[in-house]
C-alpha cells in the first residue's frame, strides 16, 4: 500500500518541483506561465516563500512494487502560500497554490496537501485562503474545471470572476478567485 508524508520543502526539492510544474506551464493553461521557471529560480523561489509562509511537499515513503514507476522518496506534489497582497492590512490573507504530478491526480495527494497547509496557516494566525483559478467555459484541450470543483469540495466559494484577463495558447481564459474562512475574524 502507498504511504506518503508531507513534509517542509527544501531548496534541494527544486528539480522534483520543476519537473512536477513543467507539464502544466507547457500543456495547460492552469498556470499563465509561458516557460518553465528554472531549477535556480525555484530555489530562490522556495526559499523567498519560506520567509512567511509554508511550502510543503508529498512525498512517497513506501517501497516501490515495481508497477507504477514511483520510487521511494520521490515527490509526488507540493503547495505552498504567498501574499495576496503587499499591503499590511492583508496579512491575514494569503494565495494559495497546489500541484500535483499529472500520474498521481485523483488519488488524494492534492487533499493531503491541502490540509496539512491549511493546519500549517492557522497556526500561523491565517484567517483567508485564495486561491487564483484559471477557467473557461466550455472546457477545452488546455484546461478543465477540476481545479474549481476541487476548490469547491474543500469548501472554497466563489468570490470574483475577472473576464478574458490571460491569453494562452492563442486564446483567452477568464480568471476565478475562490476563498476559505479558517478562522475567526474577531
Not at 520510487?71 to 499591503?87: H, N, W
Request: some cysteine.
Amino acid at each position: 500500500m502507498d504511504r506518503y508524508i508531507i513534509r517542509e520543502a527544501v531548496t534541494n526539492d527544486a528539480n522534483a518541483i520543476q519537473a512536477i510544474y513543467a507539464p502544466y506551464v507547457e500543456q495547460t493553461a492552469v498556470t499563465f506561465e509561458y516557460n518553465v521557471p528554472s531549477e535556480e529560480e525555484f530555489r530562490r523561489r522556495i526559499e523567498t516563500i519560506k520567509q512567511n509562509y509554508p511550502w510543503i511537499v508529498a512525498e512517497r515513503v513506501s517501497v516501490d512494487d515495481g508497477t507504477s514507476g514511483i520510487e521511494k522518496g520521490q515527490i509526488l506534489g507540493y503547495a505552498y502560500a504567498s501574499t495576496f497582497k503587499p499591503r499590511d492590512a492583508y496579512q491575514w490573507a494569503v494565495e494559495t497554490s497546489i500541484y500535483v504530478d499529472s500520474s498521481m491526480k485523483r488519488c488524494g495527494i492534492g487533499r493531503m496537501l491541502h490540509d496539512n497547509l491549511e493546519q500549517r496557516l492557522k497556526a500561523q494566525g491565517i484567517l483567508n485562503m485564495n486561491a487564483c483559478i484559471s477557467f473557461i467555459n466550455p472546457e477545452d484541450e488546455y484546461l478543465t474545471q477540476d481545479s474549481i470543483r476541487f476548490h469547491e469540495q474543500l469548501g472554497y466559494t466563489k468570490v470574483a470572476h475577472f473576464h478574458q484577463c490571460g491569453k494562452k495558447f492563442g486564446r483567452w481564459y477568464d480568471m476565478i478567485w475562490m476563498e476559505k474562512i479558517i478562522g475567526e475574524h474577531k
